[in-house]
């Protein structure tokens, strides 16, 4: 009986502090989000090369800048230069932690700003491999979370979207934990549960000794063969953005 009652004392400490895989997946997706916190604003330069199931290519630039919040997700605005077709067409999103996210997308052929339904946001981003839903910053109430194995450094963290509204049936995020938790893939699962997508981020710096950015993202759709490669320069951590640089009004001047 002794040894019996040993035994227990000696293995309840483990039973009562293991983590489920949920808490541990929910653990990982805060440790990443706290990483990059605390850049305020910043902005990038954008080249986007879109390539059909053929492998014809064809070339936009863009810019786009962000800023951060504590009380609420994060803002950002994308601004198309070119090329002349599609040249000011600009969206301006304003991610949410609880609820639907808000986004506008201003078309200048028109001169008129459209808001963008939930119901749409599943939608391909101006005729790109992303939806307008992966505009929306990372926030830890958007899903819910589960880990699923460790490679190394790598911590695979499966993601089921809150919104009933959302494209996705889940995702499933890699992280590096010898990196700062920073995102090195993502793969995309429709709503049948088949895979959809595969997002990689390549080429990363590191700005300021702590924000991870990765140089380039490539979005595989396996499903229609088609990609979306995104190229960013010119990263600026010092432009100290306002709430004002992110209205209407701004997507509009933005575009001209």
């Known amino acids: 009986m002794k040894k019996i009652i040993l035994t227990l004392l000696l293995t ?20 990443a989000i706290e990483a990059d916190r605390g850049f305020g604003s910043s902005s990038v330069d954008l080249k986007m090369v879109l390539k059909n ?18 009380e609420d997700g994060d803002k950002s605005m994308i601004v198309f230069t070119s090329p002349k077709d599609i040249k000011g067409t600009s969206t301006l999103t304003f991610t949410h932690k609880k609820g639907a996210d808000d986004q506008w997308l201003f078309l200048p052929s028109i001169k008129r700003t459209k808001r963008i339904s939930s119901s749409n946001k599943s939608g391909p981003f101006v005729g790109s491999e992303f939806a307008y839903e992966d505009l929306s910053s990372v926030e830890l109430e958007k899903n819910t979370y589960k880990f699923l194995k460790e490679e ?56 300021k000794d702590k924000f991870w950015r990765a140089s380039k993202f490539e979005m595989v759709n396996h499903q229609s063969k088609k990609e979306t490669l995104l190229f960013f320069n010119n990263y600026n951590f010092e432009i100290n953005l306002k709430d004002e640089d992110f209205t209407e009004m701004a997507l509009r001047r933005a575009a001209n």
């Open 12 to 31: 309840f400490p483990i039973l009562a502090t293991a983590q489920t895989a949920e808490e541990k997946g929910l653990e990982i997706v805060s440790k």
């Open 152 to 207: 190394g450094d790598l911590l695979y963290v499966e993601q089921y979207p809150v919104d009933p509204k959302s494209g996705y049936k889940k995702r499933i995020a890699v992280y590096n934990q010898a990196k700062d938790y920073r995102l090195e893939t993502i793969e995309f699962y429709d709503r049948k549960g088949a895979l959809l997508k595969t997002l990689s981020y390549t080429e990363y710096n590191r700005y």
């Open 53 to 70: 199931k053929n492998g014809q290519l064809s070339e936009r630039t863009l810019s786009n800048k962000t800023l951060e919040l504590d």
